[in-house]
Antibody, heavy 118, light 110 residues
Framework: QVQLQESGPGLVKPSETLFLMCTVS????????WSWIRQPPGKGLEWIGY???????NYNPSLKSRVTISVDTSKNQFSLRLSSVTVADTAVYYC????????????WGQGTLVTVSS | QSVLTQPPSVSGAPGQRVTISCTGS?????????VHWYQQLPGTAPKLLIY???NRPSGVPDRFSGSRSDTSASLAITGLQAEDEADYYC??????????FGTGTKVTVL
């Protein structure tokens, strides 16, 4: 059974960079697409971007200038960097297996709340 | 902003059938991109419910079914149960916006 676990700071200051890691267990990261999705408190889901194990990426155009998703196949991990954060970036961040086209998001992490506040 | 519009809420009595619509456009659902559906129980991560418009992952009851036509898609729940009370999201691909989720629908079991 594939499992995903997000990790990283729960509090980030405005204008700083948010960094989260997703650790994949129960399967190899080298066979699928991997995504980040976020959900502001009380609101809907927003796709952030995805990465293929080869390193190819695709990002939400509204976040593209601030987002970097990377993969480390040796550690079975992938990561999210979101720069110049504001309070609007406060959300629960989920990592998931899959992309957003023909590959559905079939396994999800439990999510981690990141609050942007000074 | 979301380009996939869902009703904010639907409700039904136990045993009834409810449907959730997901209305898109010619740049997403109408462009023949697959529609997937997710169920989010309170305080938990979303769970894949329907993939590729009308396919159920292993373990999902056959009470859940999906369909797609033109620029919209629908999720139907037959024999509504108390455990189905959750938020439901459609998801597809948009030629400009890339990955898009629906606005979400809260299902209430009366």
């Amino acid at each position: 059974q594939v499992q995903l676990q997000e990790s990283g700071p729960g509090l980030v200051k405005p204008s700083e960079t948010l960094f989260l890691m997703c650790t994949v267990s129960g399967g190899s990261i080298s066979t699928h697409y991997w995504s980040w999705i976020r959900q502001p408190p009380g609101k809907g889901l927003e796709w952030i971007g995805y990465i293929y194990y080869s390193g190819n990426t695709n990002y939400n155009p509204s976040l593209k200038s601030r987002v970097t998703i990377s993969v480390d196949t040796s550690k079975n991990q992938f990561s999210l960097r979101l720069s110049s954060v504001t309070v609007a970036d406060t959300a629960v961040y989920y990592c998931a297996r899959g992309a957003v086209r023909s590959n559905p998001l079939d396994y999800w992490g439990q999510g981690t709340l990141v609050t942007v506040s000074s | 902003q979301s380009v996939l519009t869902q009703p904010p809420s639907v409700s039904g009595a136990p045993g009834q059938r409810v449907t959730i619509s997901c209305t898109g456009s010619s740049s997403n659902i109408g462009a023949n991109y697959d529609v997937h559906w997710y169920q989010q129980l309170p305080g938990t991560a979303p769970k894949l419910l329907i993939y590729g418009n009308n396919n159920r992952p292993s373990g999902v009851p056959d009470r859940f079914s999906g369909s797609r036509s033109d620029t919209s898609a629908s999720l139907a729940i037959t024999g509504l149960q108390a455990e189905d009370e959750a938020d439901y999201y459609c998801q597809s691909y948009d030629s400009s916006l890339k990955g898009v989720f629906g606005t979400g629908t809260k299902v209430t079991v009366l």
